[in-house]
């Protein structure tokens, strides 16, 4: 599905905001991301209340491209040690009836062998999944080649999946560096971004490894994740009856 325009329905930005800062205070502490339990969520006072909007997001990509990595940095955690389940919790407001919500993500990430090796798992992360991010890593050229295999293999043509692309490890590929690289052989360049976006009209976004960095780097893709399932409810629900905000893949908790 066309990927939506950003600021077109949320306000961007909104962290930026004075407005912003009671929301963003329940899923901070002193600075730091607060870590939510699978059945626990921000609580707001009566008079600023928020409906809470629940999403299944897949990371795909190769081995090596920091899926769980961009997961724990989505959620502003430090690498975990095991695997478990990450819900990144990301309040908006509406721009037409400013509403405020807080989205939650629920993040799953297979690796690459396992999806190959057992023929369940990726049916498994796909079943009543809402959004797929596609990983490449801006240090492995083969990862951003990959990418069209990739996007054939998960997607199939009926469905209507929010989807954008997350090139990792962006501030590792320094200009001093590209000097010592020939032909561009082993990373990817800006060039291959812009024809990429041109053949694919799928949006790319650029994420470092910094973990303990600010909103200021993930907000950009948590917006457009937000705006374009809020979209994609919208595009649903014109077309289906039975489609509403609440059903398989998609909460809504008042």
């Known amino acids: 599905m066309a ?6 329905i949320i306000v961007s930005d909104w962290h930026r905001n004075p407005e912003s800062r009671e929301y963003f205070s329940k899923i901070l502490n002193k600075k730091k991301r607060k870590l939510f339990g699978l059945l626990e969520a921000p609580v707001m006072p009566p008079h600023l209340k928020a409906d809470i909007v629940r999403y299944k997001v897949f990371l795909s990509g190769k081995s090596g491209v920091g899926k769980t ?8 955690l430090d690498m975990p040690n095991i695997h478990y389940e990450t819900a990144v919790f990301w309040p908006v407001k509406l721009k037409e009836s400013g509403r405020m919500f807080f989205f939650c993500f629920q993040l799953w990430d297979c690796g690459e062998n396992a999806t190959r090796r057992f023929d369940h798992m990726l049916p498994s ?19 951003f080649e990959d990418l069209s295999t990739q ?5 199939e043509p009926p469905d209507r999946l929010v989807r954008l692309v997350v090139g990792t490890k962006y501030p590792l590929i320094k200009t001093d560096m590209k000097a010592h690289l020939s032909d561009h052989f082993f990373y990817v360049t800006e060039s291959d971004i812009t024809c990429f976006r041109e053949a694919w009209g799928v949006p790319v976004f650029r994420i470092g490894g910094d973990v303990s960095g600010g909103l200021g780097e993930i907000a950009p893709l948590l917006n457009a994740l937000a705006e374009n399932l809020w979209h994609q409810n919208y595009m649903h629900a014109s077309t289906s009856v039975s489609y509403y905000p609440g059903h398989d893949g998609a909460e809504i908790m008042v």
């Open 125 to 143: 992360c796909k079943e009543h999944v809402d959004a797929i991010l596609f990983l490449f890593s801006f240090t492995d050229r083969g990862s």
């Open 151 to 155: 996007m054939s293999r998960v997607i």
């Open 69 to 76: 990595t961009l997961a724990s940095r989505l959620a502003g």
């Open 3 to 8: 990927w939506v325009a950003a600021g077109s």
